[in-house]
C-alpha cells in the first residue's frame, strides 16, 4: 500500500513559477512508476508528466513541454514537479499517482495509488 500526499499548490500570476511534491509512504516507492496528472473544471483529468523508477526516464506532454519538469528522490521518497512560465491554461487540481508495475503509462487506469490533489491557479 502507497499513500500519496501532494504539497505546493498556489496562486500565481501567469509567467510564475510553483514546484509540487508528492511525498510517498512504502517501502517499494522506488520501484513505481510516478506520474503527474491535472484536472480541470468540466475537463477530464489528463497525463502531465511521467517518470520511471530510477529517475532516467522521463516524459511529459506537449502541452508542458520546455516549461514542466518531473524529478524524483527516492532517498527521500518524493518527486516534484517543476512548473515554469505557468499559463491560465495551467490551472487544474494537480494530483501525483503511482503505478507499482512500473511501465509507462498516459492513462489514468494504469496508476493504482493518488495523492488528494493540490489547486493551481493561475492568473492573468
Known amino acids: 500500500q502507497v499513500q500519496l500526499v501532494e504539497s505546493g499548490g498556489g496562486l500565481v500570476q501567469a509567467g510564475g513559477s510553483l514546484r509540487l511534491s508528492c511525498a510517498a509512504s512504502?517501502?517499494?516507492?522506488?520501484?513505481?512508476?510516478m506520474a503527474w496528472f491535472r484536472q480541470a473544471p468540466g475537463k477530464e483529468r489528463e497525463f502531465v508528466a511521467l517518470i520511471n523508477w530510477s529517475g532516467i526516464t522521463t516524459n511529459h506532454a506537449d502541452s508542458v513541454k520546455g516549461r514542466f519538469t518531473i524529478s524524483r528522490d527516492n532517498a527521500e521518497n518524493t518527486v516534484y514537479l517543476q512548473m515554469n512560465s505557468l499559463k491560465p491554461e495551467d490551472t487544474a487540481v494537480y494530483y501525483c499517482?503511482?503505478?507499482?508495475?512500473?511501465?509507462?503509462?498516459?492513462?489514468?487506469?494504469?496508476?493504482?495509488?493518488w495523492g488528494q490533489g493540490t489547486q493551481v491557479t493561475v492568473s492573468s
Open positions: 499517482a503511482a503505478a507499482p508495475s512500473g511501465g509507462y503509462y498516459y492513462t489514468a487506469e494504469y496508476y493504482n495509488y
Open positions: 512504502g517501502r517499494t516507492f522506488s520501484s513505481y512508476t
